[in-house]
């Protein structure tokens, strides 16, 4: 895309872990500051060894706070970091921190920067309640009165309907439904089966299991003993297949096929990577594995008429072609596991040439899409999912699994993202 070459490079992240449980005594920037250190500065994974090393840092999180508005900085801060790094905030819901990477390579492309930290957070455990906006504004106001006559004064207008809590909740703005209910519909009009979704589900918590026993994950993890605990604790050894049709729907109890075991859980967690130049790289070390960010693609359909999270089926096919690249040149694919019907459903709509062509704009025949290059250490569905982590996980994830297969070998990374988004990068070993 470039003309001058950019990589990513494997940072660490913290242990995923489900909503309330060992993480939850963590804040957002609580549980980002061990990554960036240890990141950065060590005592385990690569890092530059000298903070001021880093020109940029990109960092992002989705559930908005009271407390923190530019999140990248605060986190940075409060790391004890060289405070003359500038750092930028960044929120694309579910794609966030790789929007951060092809955001930061946009900086390195245009040679304002060499290195830049990237990543994001998520504390699902400590979503702040708010009060609705009709109660904010009068408390306000009466906390600037001038006495307790022109305090009364200003609460008497309130009506008992303005007396409640606003609860963040995973809708969609636009439609005043949640992910699990468009990817129920999704589900429905592609024809996708309960027990294909269980498959995608169980096989993605049997490779997170074999890629853990095989220490895959290990230098990707921050140092033992710096959390609560120092493994994923989401992923499920015995689970089978018949334990998973068990479960019932949750999204529409009657008819639907989405259950808790083959949908990504609420997580909590933190992760980063890191975004060069080959200068900058140069600083982490020679032998820090890394890949060459080759091309990137952003999609979005339209959240009220057509499937909420299969935008990333028209940005791969377009950045394939862009690159005269088929589904077979692609040694390595992974894809965001928000939903196993989800995942299913990209699929099916890359395998259809009539459906590329009319929606995509791809006349090409990319040819069938190699299902058993998909995940090989798992997905979000077993590793857990937060928002604003899930990004720097897989690409750190990627260029690990990259780094053992030959030079030349090419990784697509594919995120769906509420608000009817897409994010797509390709890498390549080097």
């Known amino acids: 895309m470039s003309e001058r070459e950019i990589f990513v490079l494997p940072g660490l992240r913290s242990p995923f872990t489900k909503i309330d449980k060992e993480l939850a005594p963590l804040d957002a920037v609580q549980l980002s500051v061990p990554v960036v250190q240890q990141t950065v500065i060590g005592p385990s994974g690569p890092g530059p060894g000298r903070d001021g090393d880093v020109d940029l840092v990109v960092w992002g999180s989705v559930i908005p706070t009271l407390a923190v508005s530019n999140w990248a900085r605060e986190v940075w801060l409060d790391a004890g970091l060289e405070p003359h790094v500038p750092a930028h905030t960044i929120i694309q819901a579910c794609g966030t921190s790789l929007a951060g990477t092809t955001h930061a390579a946009g900086q390195i492309s245009a040679g304002c920067v060499d290195l830049a930290l990237v990543g994001g957070v998520e504390s ?43 609860i963040p909740g995973i809708t969609e703005r636009s439609t005043g439904r949640t992910m699990g209910q468009h990817t129920e519909e999704m589900a429905k009009d592609w024809s996708i089966p309960r027990d294909e979704q269980d498959q995608l589900a169980f096989d993605s918590h049997q490779r997170s299991v074999a890629g853990a026993a095989a220490g895959f994950f290990r230098p990707l993890l921050v140092s033992t003993g710096t959390y609560a605990t120092d ?48 200068q900058g790289a140069a600083r982490i070390g020679g032998g820090a594995p890394r890949a060459r960010l080759v091309d990137w693609e952003e999609a979005a359909i339209n959240p009220k008429t057509e499937g909420l999270l299969i935008a990333p089926a028209l940005a791969i096919p377009r950045l394939l072609q862009r690159n005269d690249l088929g589904y077979g ?5 992974e894809i965001h596991e ?6 299913l459903v990209t699929i099916k709509a890359l395998e259809s040439n009539d459906w590329l062509k009319d929606r995509a704009g791809v006349e090409r025949d990319l ?24 990004g720097a996980r897989i690409l750190s994830q990627t260029v690990r699994e990259l780094a053992d297969m030959p030079t030349g070998s090419k990784a697509l990374v594919s995120i769906c993202a509420a608000g009817g988004q897409g994010n797509v990068a390709l890498l390549e070993a080097v």
Do not use: Y
């Not at 040149?329 to 694919?333: C, E, F, P, R, S």
């Not at 928000?338 to 995942?343: G, I, N, P, S, Y």
């Not at 569905?381 to 899930?390: D, E, N, R, Y």
């Open 329 to 333: 040149d692609i040694a390595l694919w």
């Open 231 to 278: 493994g994923d604790t989401i992923p499920r050894a015995g689970t089978s297949l018949e334990k998973l049709a068990e479960l019932r729907p949750v999204f529409d109890r009657e008819n639907g096929t989405l259950s808790a075991g083959n949908s990504s859980p609420l997580t909590d967690g933190a992760a980063a990577c890191w975004v060069a130049s080959a």
């Open 367 to 390: 040819g069938s899409f190699p299902r058993d290059r998909m995940n090989p250490n798992g997905g979000s569905i077993a590793l857990g999912h937060p928002f604003g982590a899930t």
């Open 124 to 166: 699902m455990s400590n979503m702040q309640i708010g009060l609705s906006r009709e109660l904010s504004r009068t408390i306000r106001r009466a906390a600037g009165a001038r006495g307790p006559s022109d305090a009364l004064a200003k609460i008497k207008g309130l009506k008992m309907r303005d007396i409640r809590l606003s």
């Open 338 to 343: 928000a939903f196993a019907a989800q995942v």
